[in-house]
């Protein structure tokens, strides 16, 4: 399996240079030339994610928009192959005291929605879940408690099954924050399993060819059963030296095995 994970920044009229129409061509070409087999995505709003079905043949998407339930603002959208993948089950719920119904959680600045997904390989039989998130950019408190939650709600969904979780989590690898998930019993994180890593930049770019790290704020965790042959931080420019979002995508070509 090829998994994704890829913040592909909300569609900003002030983002002259890097405006959405112009970015949505190489962010899909990415997508395709790549071959993602399943992915989520972050910040997309209602119209950016219908552009991405229309560039991406073979592909559909699930989720909610995080301020109403249906189509209002930012998603956490799963986009997967319909010919590899049957969805069995999926749901949504938000990063706060009360996950079933929209709504800030803590202190965050916005609210914040977690998208999930069952799916089933039509080839193989092989069944697992997928979440996805966007953590608060702002609120400390709500960040580490939409850790602790997500640990909880992946148990009570999941069960035993095997689990990806993907997301822009707004920690990086140094953070305790980051420690409270890779450390669990439930999940590891995929760079840290990577048979094969290709990471010549950390994970945020901001438009911005000059800013370098290794800070990784957008990652893959992976359950038990998980092999990881490559990871990679994919960081493809065009124009002159354009990015197609404000952050890199991350691949990863994962093997089960019972």
């Known amino acids: 399996m090829k998994i994704g994970t890829y913040n592909i920044r909300y569609d900003e009229v002030r983002d002259t240079a890097n405006a959405w129409n112009k970015r949505l061509p190489f962010l899909t070409g990415l997508v395709r030339f790549n071959d ?30 995080r301020d109403d339930g249906r189509q209002g603002g930012e998603y956490s959208a799963i986009f997967f192959k319909t010919d590899t993948y049957k969805l069995l089950k999926n749901g949504d719920f938000w990063l706060s005291e009360t996950p079933s119904k929209p709504g800030k959680g ?50 009570e969904i999941a069960g035993a099954a095997p689990v990806i979780f993907t997301g822009d989590f707004n920690f990086d690898q140094h953070s305790p924050l980051y420690t ?70 991350v691949m990863v070509e994962v093997a089960f095995k019972k």
């Open 36 to 65: 993602f087999d399943i992915f989520g995505t972050q910040e997309g709003l209602h119209h950016q994610l219908q552009d991405m079905k229309g560039q991406l043949p073979g592909y559909t998407y699930i989720g909610a928009g």
């Open 106 to 155: 803590w202190d965050a600045d916005f609210p914040r929605v977690c998208t999930w997904g069952q799916f089933r390989d039509n080839a193989t039989g092989f069944t697992f879940y997928l979440f996805n998130v966007h953590f608060d950019h702002r609120g400390p408190k709500a960040r580490e408690e939409s850790a602790k939650l997500m640990l909880t709600k992946i148990k």
């Open 180 to 249: 409270i998930i890779a450390t669990s019993v439930l999940l590891k994180d995929a760079y840290e399993l990577a048979d094969f890593k290709y990471a010549p930049s950390g994970t945020f770019n901001g438009f911005d060819a000059k800013q370098l790290t290794n800070n990784r704020i957008d990652h893959i965790f992976l359950s038990s059963g998980f092999t990881v042959k490559r990871y990679g931080i994919l960081t493809d420019t065009y124009g002159k030296g354009q990015f197609p979002s404000d952050h890199f995508p």
